[in-house]
């Protein structure tokens, strides 16, 4: 038999108020492409960031190669020939792919080979379909590209254990595809490959073996010829879902959001929007698709009053709301969750009742120039209340 490239037993990891890991065992082999399935805040990334010395596990020990360890940093774990891909990544912008693959080298010696280096990252990206060219900078690079500095990163260090934290989250179908082959190629050469995701379908596809978290705990775990999708589903949320929506539009109302001709430039001052036009109903879910980079960001921040529009009009209720500022959109009753959550949607370094004032600091939560605390407290506590908001 195999034996596991990594074993990790009874993994714990507390933080104030929350057990983000309980009590986790799991082992990957060489070979497999290991699918870790779980809802938001399940405990996914928390697990893969002790396995890469990110974070230190409360309690449990981490066995690579039989063998325990204990990671001090992330240059530890990457010695151990254990690499990641975050879910948000980490690379630096202004440097060039090259430079970005080579700054976590922890030895090599006084005197880097620039040449050798992009021979050596020219020959990876031909032998695993990840092609980039290693001289260019990281903001002159689309995602799925910078996608690809990331896993290159990690076989550029000849990592054995792969870890890709929600990777097809960012990419088009297309590229989803060449992913899966890639992934195919590597753990086809004796890597062990693990594959964060919460998509059912991707992990059908993809996995030969998944375990499922729930909670901070493992729920279940299927290989391959075992994986049935109601088990899936019933390990990951707890509870059987029904998968039929009534979708008719008889209850559908009058027209509440009307866009005529909307057009609008995006951030490189060309077109973004051309002549738009959409009306949404009243108790219509209405959807939007298209390849990421055809207008739909542009489409949203016209809508919040974050981007001007050049033509045309936007009607909520019969109201003229074009080019009026966010707050006005906001006070009319049009709300924006954007794309990048932690970038504008939030400000992660301040607590939920701050980011919630943030939205409303005149009116609700101030009294004259005092802000009413107590208000923002309660209403937050409803707010997690009444959608299951995770803390
Ligand atoms: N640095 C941290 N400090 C405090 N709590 C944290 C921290 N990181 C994660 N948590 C909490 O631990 C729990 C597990 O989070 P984790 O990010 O591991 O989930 P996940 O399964 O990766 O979710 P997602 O699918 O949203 O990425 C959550 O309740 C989260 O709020
Ligand atoms: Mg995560």
């Known amino acids: 038999m195999t034996l596991p490239l ?168 297309q590229e989803t595809r060449e992913l899966f082959v890639n992934l195919r190629k590597m753990a086809d050469d004796g890597c062990a490959v693990v594959f964060i995701s919460h998509k059912l379908n991707e992990v059908e596809e ?53 866009l005529e001709q909307v057009s609008a430039l995006n951030d490189m001052n060309t077109v973004g929007l051309n002549n738009v036009r959409l009306a949404v109903r009243a108790g219509e879910i209405y959807g939007i698709a298209g390849v990421s980079g055809n207008g739909q960001r542009e489409l949203a921040e016209v809508l919040a009053g974050l981007r001007p529009a050049m033509g045309g009009k936007i009607f909520f209720y019969g109201q003229d709301l074009t080019n009026k500022k966010p707050k006005e959109m906001i006070e009319a009753g049009i709300s924006y969750v954007p794309e990048d959550r932690l970038g504008m949607g939030l400000v992660p370094n301040l607590d939920s009742v701050n980011n919630v004032i943030l939205k409303e600091y005149d009116g609700k939560f101030s009294k004259g120039w005092r802000i009413r605390r107590e208000a923002a407290i309660a209403a937050t506590k409803r707010i997690v209340e009444d959608f299951d908001v995770k803390l």
Not at 223 to 252: F, P, S, W
């Open 6 to 173: 990594i074993s990790m037993r009874q993994i714990t990891k507390r933080f104030p108020g929350v057990i983000a890991n309980n009590k986790i065992n799991l082992e990957l082999y060489p070979g497999e492409i290991h699918a870790l399935l779980g809802e938001n805040g399940s405990g996914k990334s928390t697990l893969m960031s002790i396995l890469t010395g990110l974070y230190k596990p409360t309690e449990g020990c981490i066995m690579v190669g039989g063998e325990e360890v204990k990671f001090a940093s992330p240059a530890d774990a990457i010695a151990s020939g254990i690499g990641m891909v975050h879910q948000h990544f980490k690379l630096i912008e202004s440097f060039t792919v090259a430079e970005n693959i080579v700054l976590s080298q922890s030895k090599g010696g006084f005197l880097l080979k620039p040449e050798q280096i992009i021979a050596d990252i020219e020959s990876l990206g031909e032998k695993y379909g990840l092609q980039v060219d290693p001289r260019a900078y990281v903001w002159q690079l689309g995602v799925g590209e910078k996608q690809r500095v990331e896993i290159l990163r990690m076989l550029y260090h000849r990592s054995r254990v792969l870890i890709l934290d929600e990777p097809t989250a960012v990419l088009t179908p």
């Open 206 to 258: 993809l996995a030969d073996r998944v375990t499922v978290l729930r909670g901070g705990c493992v729920t279940g775990s299927a290989a391959k010829e075992d994986m049935r999708r109601d088990k899936l589903v019933q390990m990951m949320i707890g509870r059987e879902v029904l998968n039929t929506y009534e979708k008719n539009c008889e209850h559908c109302g009058e027209v509440v959001l009307q």
